[in-house]
């Protein structure tokens, strides 16, 4: 039999990308195309030469579909690449909801702009992806169509984030893996752990990724006098992060915003401790002080304060390491939930022909 052909719209080199694209391949035999924005995002001249570039897309996009003649469009992102997808008219669409909203910055002047191709693409798409509860929520109040809607998580490859823990449980081992994006509040972090410095308490502080704050993050290491216990990796291969994190007890994450992060399951799944922003994305996920903990946004005091209490609390803390693993197992994984979504698509090819 024929393979089906899957037309992929986003940015293919992301993790979050690479586990959806997998998957399909894996699970449901699906050939995929790639097709993504090739002008960087980094600076004025280089953000107007990339919106020429998405005002002529359209066009490469129809090109692209006569050419390869997909039996589906998949994108992610409602206010980019999903409202090509729906623009495209090919049938069926299926559209991601990336981040809580999709609307960000949230005070950005363009949000109005954004909201009208955000809500083109909900009208048009035949299926829209919610990787969790706080994504169905803004479609809802959007006023989207719920019975197109698939509320589930892609998962994460639990034969790969095994939990396979050997941190020391007598020292705090704390690990970062966000993007040193200024939306990740890493100062926040470095600073909290400056703290526990100052408290004379031990510990070692991993920061995995790369971004435009690293070289301001190494300073401030240095200026609050930890840079000897913090390590800065860089971007890492996917396939190494298993690793870092099973060496690692405590998973920290402080973003102002959050949708569904795979890096908080990946941590949870490795038997990582989660502290993490008290935010709506993680409060579908996290219960403070029972599997994990909650703290208020660019609240240094806080932060230190609940990573030492998290520290000095063993039994709980072990507890709710081994609670967490059970959630993952059951709800984010990989293996289950993409096999749910390839058959999904192919239902959805099968009804349009």
Request: charged fraction near 25%.
């Amino acid at each position: 039999m024929k393979k089906r052909k899957i037309l992929f719209l986003g940015e293919s080199y992301r993790a979050d990308a690479i586990t959806w694209i997998n998957g399909l391949k894996e699970f449901g035999d699906f050939e995929i195309i790639n097709w993504e924005l090739q002008t960087p995002n980094n600076s004025l001249l280089s953000r107007i030469l990339r919106t020429l570039e998405f005002g002529f897309a359209p066009f490469t996009i129809q090109k692209i579909i006569r050419q390869q003649k997909p039996d589906m469009i998949i994108a992610e992102r409602t206010t980019s690449y999903g409202f090509l997808a729906a623009l495209s008219g090919l049938k069926p669409s299926t559209i991601a909801q990336q981040g809580k909203t999709d609307l960000w910055p949230e005070n950005s002047i363009s949000i109005p702009f954004k909201k009208i191709l955000q809500n083109y693409a909900f009208r048009k798409a035949t299926l829209i992806h919610a990787w969790g509860p706080i994504m169905a929520e803004h479609m809802k109040n959007s006023k989207v169509d719920m019975s197109k809607v698939l509320v589930i998580p892609k998962g994460i490859d639990l034969n790969q984030f095994e939990n396979k823990n050997t941190a020391n449980p007598d020292k705090i081992h704390a690990i970062v893996t966000r993007s040193l994006l200024p939306e990740y509040r890493h100062e926040i972090i470095l600073k909290a752990f400056g703290i526990l410095h100052q408290k004379g308490i031990d510990f070692s502080l991993t920061i995995v990724g790369d971004g435009i704050r690293l070289e301001y993050l190494k300073d401030l290491a240095k200026k609050i006098q930890i840079e000897n216990k913090v390590i800065f990796t860089g971007r890492i291969p996917n396939t190494e992060l298993p690793e870092q994190l099973q060496k690692s007890n405590f998973y920290i994450s402080t973003p102002i915003t959050e949708g569904v992060s795979a890096s908080l399951f990946e941590a949870m799944a490795c038997g990582c401790y989660p502290i993490v922003s008290d935010i709506p994305g993680n409060q579908s996920w996290i219960h403070h002080r029972e599997n994990g903990q909650l703290i208020t946004v660019d609240d240094i005091e806080m932060l230190a304060n609940e990573i030492l209490w998290a520290f000095e609390n063993e039994a709980i803390r072990n507890e709710a390491i081994t609670n967490n693993r059970k959630f993952i197992e059951k709800h984010v994984d990989y293996r289950i939930n993409m096999k749910i979504i390839a058959h999904k698509y192919h239902e959805l090819i099968n009804n349009t022909i």
